[in-house]
Structures are given as structure tokens and as C-alpha cells.
């Protein structure tokens, strides 16, 4: 099979933008909560309106790439994004941010069903395995960006002076009282020059396996009557929801029980909770190899146990 490099690039490219928009949502939880005067639970339906797209969109996706191929379904996608960005960074308003984060979900959730695939097609059979754990990286190293950018944003966004150019433009449209809505603007910008790639880009011809094909509305009946794929999706369930509700309210966890600044120490916890998490993935693909998958899943979910409690009920210092 003929490898396309340049299209494995752009598709390494949408991984790092998903992730870039995907787990922001973590040091902005005080933000939110002190600039919309909310409260938790209302702060909590933010993420929750991010990421129910997924389960709404992830099927119907898989069927739009079968129809339509993936260039167009992935323009539509990073359109959502777009239009999300752009609506909440002309409106910051909560009714707006909940509307906003839910299209931006759906577009995320359409990307992910079209690029596994491509690159698949794009990168060689022999070399997917590799590809995708490498994809992952990428999706991390945007975790671990995605932080800092915001922290080095509200820190610098309203100084009298030495703003560079980016700096003065954001200022000019982003509310003084709100310099964490200067993210959405550079959001809305990346999408609309992924949107501008894309449309430039040829796609290869992606020929789906059946592990990948959408399927059949009878077959997902068939599958729903079976209590092993209610047990799969309860544990998918539990672990999505650990990983972002750890990460979305470790901010604020630190900020509310010890004092700590969410522009500077909260952000870079949620910062290295992402970088962290990437290498413990590639880790557990080592220990994967010497040890049984349960033994792993069993170690693991007690040492991440053990971690929170560690963290919950621990000093704020060493």
C-alpha cells in the first residue's frame, strides 16, 4: 500500500486541534463559574453539553463518512467548531456557551470517526499501530499546550503594555472582565484554517473494513439486547467520566480548598494532568505486553484509586 505522508501529517494536524479545543474546558471551569456568577452544578453542564455530542453524533457520523466520504464530513465538522467558536467569542454568555460547546462536541465527534480510517489509508496497514499510538501523542502534547496558552492569554491579555501584535488584536474583542474568552478566537481561527486546508487537500480513497464500516440500525437493536455491551459501555462511562471530571475541576479543586491561582498553578496541574496521562498510556502499551489486560486494568485502576485519595485528602504541599 502506497503511503501518503503529507496526508498522514494533516491528519496528526486534526488530532492536535481536536484535543486543542477538546480539553480546555478544565482551567476554565473557575473562570466560568466566577464570570457567569453560576454555580457548580450549572458550571458542570458545560462539559456534560460538550461531550453528551458525542454520544449523539457518534453514530450518525460513522454513516455521514459511508455517504459522503470523509473530506466533506470532516469540513462539516471543523465548521461546527467554527460556528461554536465564533458564537460564543461574539456572545460570551452562559445560555450561549452551552449551545456553543455542544457544536463544537458534535464536530469533534464526527473528526474522530473519519480519521482513524484515513489514516489508516493514508499512513499503510503495517504502519497503523505505530501511527495511532503516535496520534495519541499528539493529542496529549495539545493537552498540555492547551493550559499554558490560556494561562499566558489571561495573564497578558489587558497589560497597559509590551503586548505583541496577537496580543493588542485579542484584547481589542475579547471583555477585559473575561480574558479566558480570548481561547474561543483562536479556536474560531484554527478552524477556519483547518476548513481552508481541507478544502485544498485531495483525500485518498478510504476502504473500509468491517471493524470500521457504520453498520446497520439492526445491528445496534441486536447489540443493545447483550449485557456484555451495556457492561462495556458502564466502564467506558466510569473511565470518560474520571478523566474529564478530574480533569475539569482540578482547577478549581485547588483554588477553593487551597488558595491556589487558576491562571497559573491550576492551569498547569490540568497542564500536566494531560502530559502525564499521554505517558502513562505508553506505559501501559509496555505493560500490555509482559502482563494480562486484567492483571493491568486491576493494578492500574488501584494505583489511580489510590491517587485521587492521595490528592483529595493530602496537604496542598509535600
Known sequence: MTRNRSM???????????????????????????????????????????????GVMSIPAGFFVERFTEKPVMIAAFLAGAVGSFSFALLPRYSVAVWSLFLMGAGMA???????????VSGGEEHFAFNSAFAQLIFGSASFVSPRIYSYLVQNLN???????????????????????????IFALVTVLMIGVLSRVKFPNVQRTTDEAAGSWQMYRKLARKPIVWLFFISVFAYVGSEQGTADWISKFLAQYHGFDPHTTGATAVSWFWGLLTAGCFIGM????????????????????????????????S
Open 159 to 185: 497589560k497597559p503594555s509590551d503586548r505583541g501584535f496577537v496580543l493588542r488584536i485579542l484584547g481589542k474583542v475579547t471583555p477585559v472582565q473575561l480574558p479566558w474568552v480570548a481561547m474561543y478566537w
Open 110 to 120: 464526527t473528526l474522530q470517526t473519519a480519521i482513524n480510517p484515513l489514516l489508516r
Open 286 to 317: 509496555l505493560l500490555l505486553k509482559i502482563f494480562d489486560s486484567r492483571k493491568v486494568l486491576i493494578g492500574t485502576s488501584i494505583g489511580a484509586l489510590l491517587c485521587v485519595t492521595a490528592a483529595l485528602f493530602g496537604p496542598a504541599t
Open 8 to 54: 498522514v501529517g494533516l491528519v496528526f494536524v486534526v488530532f492536535f486541534v481536536m484535543s486543542l479545543l477538546t480539553n480546555i474546558l478544565g482551567p476554565i471551569v473557575p473562570d466560568i463559574i466566577s464570570g457567569f456568577n453560576v454555580s457548580l452544578a450549572a458550571a458542570a453542564l458545560l462539559p456534560f453539553s460538550f461531550f453528551i455530542a458525542y
